[in-house]
């Protein structure tokens, strides 16, 4: 299964049994249906589906609005840039909500453009830079197990969260991958374990680091292998544990974000391991170069990466 | 209308000036470490829209929200406490001045930003949909946050929802310092509410009981026909003043914003102005002076006493 047709198919589970739940957003039960992401989707007893007009900030806030009136919902937005029109809401409406532990659930599910230059709106399709404005809540879909995890914990549970998902990894084929633990809060999985090195990847950056996982192995380097879905504070202490123990870190960070999570983690290894190899793998954008065409693919090259740490 | 009534009613337009002056004062005297919007003339449309709201119905206010708070909370002393911002305070000292609420009289949202408490409220009505709630959401606004895209946004969204809501636009002609004339073309309310579909109603001349009948057939009228309701409130926020322009004659006038107002005074007769732009001397239509100063002088003891002043 494609990996939009697996979280269409997971939300849909998930709406179709929540009962007095309002799924909103522009064309959500209209044309391609968000590419799929909103495709057939249902709500249970007393809920309703709308289609609305194009008023992303009175979306943002109604979805607020609604949480404060003990109604739970979901926004659908077909480009997370759509989004930026209701920062205020996001930010000035969310902190005094956030004040008291609301009963109801408000997600917004967005798509990161991440697929290609679509034009100057590419550019701030950030995810990390979005959630880090008010601290919200906020969660990147990489694969099927971190779908299912995330979207079973999250959807409809109370308070507000962002869940963002990838254009680019649309149409790719999900395989089954197992996890050797995941969080609480659903922020941070564990996927391999391994002596050679810790690889930790960040924003959607999971299927490099699967690959990296693989071809490391086949020159011998057992990784382990962890994958950071969120960019609210994380306890960095198995990954640190794990570097401890490796010691050696790599880090790959596939967001066009000027701060960076993997940064973060980056000063906490520093700062507690002995380490005999730190390599970042992120974009290199100088200047405004960051504003004309980039590749929103990472190009990475493992060999490079296999023999720093063989060496 | 009952007599009884009619005193309730100008005994809280009476309240509301008194309790106003009494924070103008402290506020005088820099007591205050956060800014307040004061709302002196505004008076009518809060004790008409607290007169006529029901237990499902939910208000949403604006940064300039001192009149809804007292009118609401019918007390001083937890708005002083806010504004001061002690722990006993109506919000615990959380919300301060700008985005004072009170869930427990159905303030349920408040906020500093221009134009951000619109789409909040037709989330709230979208919820009262939901729920199947028999109840208004009415939220206030003003003549500069109407100019705001979130109020076109709004009513768009509530017309094409069905959405029962009231929305009070405030106009005192002024966003912070500058009249309508000075930053804008002119908008026609009336035309702009129709081209969406939804009612328009225009109250002007701060009679409180007027109003009060009229909200509470604007809410009948939202709440039967399913629909937003838009009311543009004419009045002025009172305690403005003049200052010298230096190498000229002429003088400058200054509008209330935030802040103090220097020329206004405590007095136990609290009328502003002697014409129908104070809802305190709107008053006379139904009392006699006597009558009034009687009531304010009561009043204003009562205050006094319930903050701790006698």
Not at chain 1, 223 to 231: I, K, T
Not at chain 2, 99 to 108: F, G, S, T, Y
């Amino acid at each position: 299964m494609k990996y939009i047709e697996y979280v269409n198919q997971l939300i849909g589970e998930k709406t179709a049994i929540t009962e007095r739940l309002v799924l909103f957003g522009e064309n959500i039960a209209a044309g391609s249906h968000i590419s799929g992401l909103t495709k057939q989707l249902r709500v249970g007893k007393g809920g309703l589906v709308i289609n609305t007009p194009n008023t992303e900030n009175t979306h943002a806030g109604a979805g607020l609005g609604m949480m404060l009136g003990g109604v739970s919902s979901i926004l659908f937005m077909k480009q997370q840039d759509f989004l930026l029109l209701g920062i205020d809401q996001l930010a000035n409406t969310y902190n005094f909500i956030r004040r008291k532990k609301p009963a109801a659930s408000f997600t917004i599910v967005f798509v990161i453009v991440d697929s290609g230059y679509q034009g100057l709106q590419s550019s701030i399709n950030n995810f990390g830079d979005l959630c880090s404005i008010a601290r919200i809540p906020g969660f990147t879909i990489t694969n099927k197990r971190d779908a299912e995890e995330i979207i079973n914990t999250h959807l409809v549970s109370p308070g507000f969260r962002i869940i963002g998902v990838s254009q680019r990894l649309f149409g790719k084929e999900l395989s089954e991958i197992e996890t050797v633990s995941v969080n609480a809060e659903k922020t941070l999985f564990h996927y391999k374990k391994g002596n050679g090195a810790t690889i930790a990847c960040f924003n959607l950056s999971f299927p490099y680091g699967l690959t990296l996982h693989e071809k490391l192995k086949e020159k011998g380097i057992d990784a382990s292998l962890f994958s950071v879905n969120s960019v609210t504070p994380i306890d960095w202490k198995d990954i640190i544990e794990d570097v401890k123990k490796t010691k050696n870190l790599v880090v790959i960070d596939d967001s066009k974000s000027e701060n960076l999570s993997c940064d973060n983690l980056l000063v906490a290894a520093y700062e507690n391991c002995k380490m005999d190899h730190a390599i970042a793998v992120k974009r290199d954008i100088k200047g405004n170069d960051w504003l004309w065409p980039n590749l929103d693919e990472l190009r990475i090259d493992y060999e490079e990466i296999a023999k720093k740490l063989l060496g | 209308m009952e007599h009884k009534q009619n005193i309730a009613i100008a005994k809280e337009i009476l309240r509301l000036r008194l309790s106003q002056m009494l924070i103008n004062e402290k506020y005088k005297a820099g007591l205050f470490k956060i800014p307040l919007h004061i709302a002196m003339g505004h008076e009518a449309i809060a004790v008409a829209v607290d007169a006529a709201m029901e237990e499902n119905d939910l208000l949403v206010c604006s940064h300039r929200n001192m009149h809804y708070n007292l009118a609401r909370t019918k007390a001083l002393k937890p708005i002083l406490d806010e504004y001061f911002l002690k722990k006993e305070g109506l919000a615990g000292a959380e919300l301060g001045s700008m985005n004072l609420a009170n869930e427990k009289k159905n303030i349920v949202y408040t906020s500093s930003i221009l134009g951000n408490n619109l789409p909040v409220a037709t989330g709230l009505a979208l919820g009262h949909k939901v729920k199947g709630v028999n109840g208004l959401v009415i939220v206030q606004t003003g003549d500069g946050a109407m100019e705001e895209g979130a109020f076109y946004e709004s009513l768009l969204f509530m017309k094409s929802n069905s959405l029962a809501a009231l929305i009070i636009v405030e106009n005192n002609e002024w966003s912070m310092h500058t009249r309508i004339h000075e930053r804008r073309s002119p908008i026609d309310l009336s035309k702009f509410s129709e081209s969406l579909g939804a009612k328009y109603e225009k109250l002007y001349e701060n009679d409180p009981y007027k109003y009060t009948e009229r909200i509470k057939e604007i809410r009948e009228y939202a709440l039967k026909n399913k629909t937003p309701v838009v009311a543009e409130v004419d009045l002025d926020t009172l305690g403005g003043w003049y200052v010298d322009v230096p190498g000229s004659t002429e003088k400058r006038f200054i509008h209330p914003h935030s802040g103090p107002l220097p020329k206004t005074e405590l007095a136990e007769w609290p009328e502003l102005e002697h014409s129908a732009n104070d809802p305190v001397f709107v008053l006379h239509t139904y009392f006699s002076s006597d009558e009034l100063k009687a009531m304010a002088q009561e009043i204003l003891k009562n205050i006094k006493k319930e903050i701790g002043e006698v």
